[in-house]
């Protein structure tokens, strides 16, 4: 449990001498820092700390609450985020210029801390409205989908889309309230890779997985025609074959451009009028898949938006349904936390393999696995990828880790879950979404702007000045946690009903800006040759 303290801040102006009150967070007892929650100020004494600060430390930051030895671990949420590369003694700003990251043994102790998942009976779960298909899959959005096999094919698959853009031709979907959007997920590769490298393989399973999403009523896959990933091969690969709802053709094959466009744009019409006929019904919770996702993070996500938001999966996952955490680099150093919630040993292993495999993948392209936090996560606070890993995984919950998938891969168990991706959003929730995730949340500390068609994603504010500042773009604001106007349950509790609104229809901020078609970026990690 953390608890939040004040300190008695003096003005060194004589003029203007008064006394308020400085506040602090101390995260755990054993930590060898505390986290300012406003700026501190050179000599001010932390109430129950015997510390006086020296210097100014930001918001967001850390400052040292003990004398700490060159070379010795510093502790926060009782865990190591490094090592002091210089003597630090109490009160100092603890940061990037004296603490640095560092070899250390992890017990990863495979599920000693997995224990049984109280669930909600099946008669008393939530529900939301959702939108069943045929085959049972149930779509919290209805879109037609536009797919691409290569870079080639993306402007013509932007200009069928366009189209069918409300606001720029409101008569084109005005006969259709039930479809959501056209959209095109375009990207940047599909040829001069290994036909039958991982490369091609893990771009086909990315949309081979958006091919058959379920908030996909139709899907046209458009090819140049000459490309390594050819079409057929791509729908082959995928168990897929093209029907009424799934259709495919090529730039070469249709005559051109011109003519490319006008036959998409057919096709496209002649979808609406089976994907509009769809309606809402109330469905249980246990059909939510959420992929959990963190971008723009400061000091404070660790400690309100992404518990908050663990608080809201420990409930989705009681009343049946999935959570999805990825960003492998992000859970690195923390990854002896989830191991130990592992339901069985052989998932505990899984988790770790894909860590090796990082670590052995930085050293083929001579990167550092603490190339993360980024310059905004450090300017926010956070100093080393294993502080913002222990922070990171709070998003996750307590309940057990039921399974590991590699990038792409359908989620087809309920419960928390991990899927193996890089840190970057939008190559991360490009991934849970080709999985399946019908829904994403996203908490930022420092602001993001983002949105995921066709899964919608909310979005958390970690405190109240991001809030005020950029809450065009939040769904939610997490800072109350600090604030003392709000605590990390409740707001748990409040999350948990937003996602079951969102999943029923209700637009996020990022939906009524429009985001979600220039996100879609599938992972590259082959050589193009």
């Known amino acids: 449990m953390h608890s939040i303290s004040t300190a008695d ?105 997995a224990r049984a998942t109280e669930y909600v009976p099946e008669t008393q779960r939530a529900t939301f409205d959702g939108i069943v298909r045929d085959d049972g899959r149930v779509a919290t959005r209805n879109y037609i989908g536009i797919l691409t096999s290569v870079n080639c094919s993306a402007t013509v698959a932007r200009a069928i889309a366009d189209h069918f853009r409300r606001d720029i031709h ?45 908030n996909f009523a139709s899907v046209l896959v458009i090819g140049l025609g000459c490309e390594t990933n050819q079409i057929p091969r791509l729908l082959e690969t995928q168990g897929l074959k093209e ?66 938001l663990g608080a809201a999966v420990d409930r989705l996952v009681r009343h049946g349904g999935t959570a999805i955490l990825s960003e492998t680099p992000e859970i690195y150093g923390a990854e002896h936390l989830l191991t130990r919630r592992a339901a069985t040993r052989e998932v505990g292993e899984k988790l770790v393999a894909r860590i090796r495999w990082w670590e052995d993948y930085c050293a083929r392209h001579h990167a550092s696995m603490n190339n993360n936090p980024s310059a905004g996560n450090k300017a926010g606070g956070l100093t080393t990828v294993l502080e913002k890993s222990l922070g990171g995984i709070a998003k996750a919950g307590s309940t057990n880790l039921v399974e590991v998938y590699e990038y792409a891969q359908p989620v087809t168990a309920k419960g928390f879950v991990f899927m193996d991706t890089p840190g970057y959003d939008p190559i991360s929730a490009t991934g849970q979404v080709a999985g399946g995730a019908n829904l ?47 605590d990390i349950d409740s707001l748990g509790e409040a999350l948990f009903r937003m996602m079951l609104d969102t999943a029923s229809g209700k637009r996020t901020r990022s939906e009524l800006h429009g985001y979600g078609q220039n996100e879609f970026v599938p992972w590259q990690i082959g050589a193009i040759t």
């Open 9 to 113: 801040l003096h003005s060194s102006d004589p003029a203007h001498q008064r006394q308020r009150r400085a506040r602090i967070i101390r995260l755990h007892p054993d930590d060898d820092v505390v986290v300012a929650l406003e700026q501190l100020i050179g000599g001010t004494p932390l109430e129950g700390e015997s510390v006086v600060v020296s210097g100014l430390i930001p918001p967001g930051h850390k400052v040292a609450t003990r004398a700490i030895a060159t070379g010795a671990p510093v502790h926060r949420y009782g865990q190591i985020i490094g090592f002091a590369r210089q003597p630090i003694a109490p009160g100092e700003h603890v940061h990037t210029h004296n603490l640095d990251i560092g070899e250390f043994e992890r017990d990863y102790a495979f599920g000693q801390g």
């Open 170 to 214: 409101p008569e084109a979907l005005a006969a259709f309230a039930n479809v959501d959007g056209v959209v095109a997920l375009t990207h940047g590769v599909g040829c001069a890779v290994d036909t039958e490298g991982e490369a091609l393989a893990l771009l086909q399973r990315t949309l081979g997985g958006y091919a058959c999403h379920p």
């Open 243 to 308: 029907h009424a709802r799934l259709r495919t053709f090529t730039i070469q094959d249709s005559g051109g451009t011109a003519k490319t466009i006008a036959k998409g744009i057919e096709i496209v019409k002649s979808m609406l009028p089976a994907a509009n006929d769809v309606r809402r019904q109330p469905v249980s919770a246990s059909h939510l898949s959420v992929g959990l996702q963190c971008g723009g993070s400061d000091g404070y996500s660790g400690i309100t938006a992404n518990p908050v």
């Open 440 to 486: 994403i949340c996203f908490t930022t500390g420092r602001g993001s702007a983002y949105g995921c068609a066709p899964t919608p994603s909310l979005k958390l504010a970690t405190n109240s000045a991001l809030w005020q500042r950029q809450s065009d773009d939040m769904d939610l604001n997490c800072g109350g946690v600090v604030d003392g106007e709000a």
